[in-house]
């Protein structure tokens, strides 16, 4: 219950009680102009338990007040609920790509983007609101989100103020929909396709048709479900990770049960599938279509995190693994990031080889507690070879690797108790 009251008299006598369905977790009165009469208006501003926002205009609660006093029954004062733009369906997994990193702000494209969002303390209800396939043209940033209720979103990043421009709601092959969770996500903006994987174990690969444009959204300018093609495999177990290298023919893709399937993208057929063992239960955390050279002999492998941070390194073309001895932690710990780098030996940390410009290939494994630098070399000989190792100072939850202007590669960890470091 939400309770007003009487605050001058000592007795606080209750004047009126406010019905709402859940409980309510913070109040505030706000003051503001309404649009688009530009008229002063305040607004009881209710946060309840599910993050709802639930609206009651302040007149009409001095006009329930002012009832009460006389001998006509006061009618209770109507309510609103604030459509939340990103509120409609929790994030489960999300994307984000450019296509051009040096391109100045454009301010009059975002003044139009602000202007798109109402008032926020409208008392009408509002739709959800999306960006214009107008100035389709001048966007640069893609976000593209993976939600709960199995739905994908594209959202214009140009600034901050991120706007819907499409959706893709999951189908069954009956068109029936699917509201099983996206957990996993993989978009080539070279040949706009999107690999989708979700908690049932289904891999859909949607391919956008192309015009002449060079900007990344073109794609999404035609109308819903005339714009893109839709094909689906059922696997074994929920969808952990998923990998693709620019126009390539097949992309490959991880489950909770520790099979990892390359699939092509013209048919959604499986080429091959490989059954990798975990020291404790669960599947495949990342994986990563990775070429390697040494000594002026090529190789294209697929590398392959588990969940309890064990390295496994497959042939790409037919799955064979390469190390009979998966290189593997002291004891099992959660992964959060396998990447590949490739550093110079002076640029390697714990290296003091300055002799020679050859590349050496690390694999990059951040875990729950530790930061590990290891050997790609070695690894495929079933070798542990650990080239620089960090313990860290809290328990990791969150990793991404970053680029920075020049060569640099850096990384953002994220802790369980909030702290982020950048390193």
């Known amino acids: 219950q939400v309770l007003i009251l009487n605050e001058e008299s000592e007795s606080r006598i209750v004047k009126m009680v406010l019905p709402i369905t859940e409980a309510c977790q913070g109040m505030e009165f706000v003051t503001g102009l309404s649009d688009p009469n530009k008229q002063r208006q305040t607004v009881l501003v209710l946060l309840l338990k599910s993050g ?149 174990g289904t891999v859909r690969v949607i391919t956008f048709k192309k015009d002449s444009s060079d900007n990344i959204l073109s794609i999404l300018q035609g109308k819903q479900g005339d714009n893109y093609d839709a094909r689906s495999i059922k696997l074994k177990g929920a969808v952990t990770s998923t990998s693709m290298i620019s126009n390539s023919k097949h992309f490959a893709v991880g489950t909770e049960k520790g099979i990892v399937s390359v699939i092509k993208v013209d048919d959604a057929t499986i080429l091959y599938q490989k059954q990798l063992e975990c020291r404790v239960s669960g599947g495949i955390a990342s994986l990563q279509f990775e070429l390697y050279s040494h000594n002026g002999y090529d190789k294209d492998l697929l590398i392959v995190g588990m969940e309890d941070s064990s390295i496994c390194i497959l042939e790409e073309e037919t799955g064979k693994l390469l190390n009979a001895n998966p290189v593997q932690t002291n004891r099992p710990t959660r992964a959060l990031l396998l990447q590949t780098l490739e550093l110079s030996p002076n640029e390697a940390p714990g290296s003091d080889n300055h002799d020679t410009a050859l590349r050496e290939s690390l694999l990059l494994l951040c875990t729950e507690d530790a930061i590990r630098l290891f050997s790609l070399s070695h690894a495929i000989q079933g070798m542990k070879k650990i080239t620089n190792k960090k313990k860290l100072n809290g328990s990791c939850c969150f990793v991404s690797v970053i680029h920075g202007a020049s060569s640099e590669i850096g990384i953002v960890l994220v802790f369980s108790n909030g702290k982020v470091e950048t390193r």
């Open 52 to 200: 709802q926002i639930c609206l009651y205009d302040d007149s009409e609660i001095e006009r329930y007040l002012l009832q009460s006093q006389s001998r006509s029954p006061p009618t209770l004062p109507s309510h609103s609920f604030v459509k939340q733009p990103y509120g409609d369906s929790g994030i489960n997994v999300a994307k984000f790509y450019t296509s051009d990193r040096t391109a100045t702000a454009n301010e009059d494209y975002f003044s139009t983007l602000a202007s798109k969002y109402p008032w926020l303390l409208s008392m009408k209800d509002k739709g959800q609101i999306s960006a214009s396939l107008s100035n389709i043209h001048k966007t640069r940033n893609l976000y593209i989100t993976g939600h709960m209720d199995g739905t994908i979103s594209f959202w214009d990043a140009s600034c901050p103020l991120l706007l819907q421009i499409f959706m893709i709601k999951q189908q069954h092959e009956d068109n029936t929909s699917s509201r099983a969770r996206i957990t996993s996500l993989q978009f080539d903006m070279s040949s706009s396709i999107l690999i989708s994987g979700d908690q049932g």
